[in-house]
């Protein structure tokens, strides 16, 4: 019993890593984050920034990518139920990459708050 619990627990991580593949394989929006990161990465290194500035830089990326890979999905789930124009369809759409904005925009405030003194 035990070990087909932790066989399906394994699997679901193997589905899960799959799916992050699918995301930085097919979604340019996915591939453009996951290079700001590496980016933004390297401004660590180069800036020493602090551990907790380090915790905050790493949280602001998941965070985003993390959102924009359940809009995508939100995304081919709408196109999959309805491909036809539909106004509640756009709707849906609409308020899936509003979630993206939040995200985005808390990302950007943390970035400004670590980077903008290390120039001042
Ligand atoms: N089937 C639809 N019915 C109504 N509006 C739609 C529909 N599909 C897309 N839209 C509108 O167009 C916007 C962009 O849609 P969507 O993100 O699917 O297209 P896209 O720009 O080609 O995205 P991506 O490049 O990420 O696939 C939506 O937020 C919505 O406002």
Redo the contacts with the bound molecule.
Sequence with gaps: MWNSFLGKRLKGCGYAFKGALLLLRNE??IQVQAVIAIIMAFAGFYFEISAVEWMLQIFAIGLVMSIEGLN?AV?EI??FV??????K??FI??VA?GAVFFAAITAIIIGCIIYFPKFY
Excluded: C, M, R, V
């Design positions: 340019a929006s995508t995304e709408a196109d309805h491909p036809d124009f539909h106004n369809i756009g759409k609409d990459a």
